[in-house]
Nanobody, 126 residues
Framework: VQLVESGGGLVQAGDSLRLSCAAS????????MGWFRQAPGKEREFVAA????????GYADSVKGRFTISRDNAKNTVYLQMNSLKPEDTAVYYC????????????????????WGQGTQVTVSS
């Protein structure tokens, strides 16, 4: 599967952004999906994940209550709605996919994702 992120940009603290990740080349509903981010000088970290059927989701503590992950299997797209953005949310955001048999589970583990997008930059100014 090929993954292409979009929707990043430069915003002010408190603003919102919605990232999209479009998948192609394979059956999207076979993949559990995740969002990760990497800030300058830091390791890539987990942000959010969603099961194949979209029912179950998980979030990093740092974004819980502010970010929402969702997916539209008919559109082969996973989204990350980011509200109340903070300067510390500044990073390159990556979406990732992993084929998995069970439709209702997600994973936060970076090493379990086999497919990655190229990333989209999100910059939050104070």
């Amino acid at each position: 599967v090929q993954l292409v992120e979009s929707g990043g940009g430069l915003v002010q603290a408190g603003d919102s952004l919605r990232l999209s990740c479009a998948a192609s080349g394979s059956t999207f509903s076979n993949y559990r999906m995740g969002w990760f981010r990497q800030a300058p000088g830091k390791e890539r970290e987990f942000v959010a994940a969603i099961s194949r059927n979209g029912v179950n989701t998980g979030y990093a503590d740092s974004v819980k209550g502010r970010f929402t992950i969702s997916r539209d299997n008919a559109k082969n797209t996973v989204y990350l709605q980011m509200n109340s953005l903070k300067p510390e949310d500044t990073a390159v955001y990556y979406c990732a996919g992993d084929t998995f048999f069970f439709s209702g589970t997600y994973t936060e583990r970076e090493t379990e994702y086999d497919y990655w997008g190229q990333g989209t930059q999100v910059t939050v100014s104070s």
